[in-house]
């Protein structure tokens, strides 16, 4: 993914390139996942954690972390390690819209 710096700008990049319908069509399919990953990442940076650091409280190895990041949704277990992890609720509504909560 990013910095928090290059994830604020994501939704203009995205705004321009929904103009393409090709674009719009796969990007609407693929949302949930991207919501996920961009909801994983910020809650990692805003408790001050790398991937590394994350990989360590959760026993989930880094390139997964980092697949997850990427979009990748994990199974129930590992979403409760993340959650624990992060001292975090995690919702995932049947639209696919997640939600990432400090405590």
Excluded: C
């Excluded at 609407?28 to 990953?37: H, S």
């Excluded at 409760?80 to 992890?85: D, H």
């Amino acid at each position: 993914m990013g910095t928090i710096s290059s994830i604020r700008i994501w939704p203009e990049h995205v705004a321009e390139q929904m103009q393409d319908p090709e674009f719009a069509e796969e990007y609407n399919l693929t949302k949930p996942e991207f919501d996920f990953a961009l909801a994983l990442t910020m809650a990692r940076e805003a408790r001050n954690l790398t991937q590394v650091q994350l990989s360590e409280a959760t026993g989930i190895k880094q390139p997964m972390i980092s697949r997850y990041e990427r979009g990748q949704i994990p199974e129930l277990p590992t979403l409760r390690k993340l959650a624990a992890a992060l001292n975090a609720r995690i919702i995932i509504e049947p639209n696919g819209r997640t939600a990432i909560t400090l405590a």
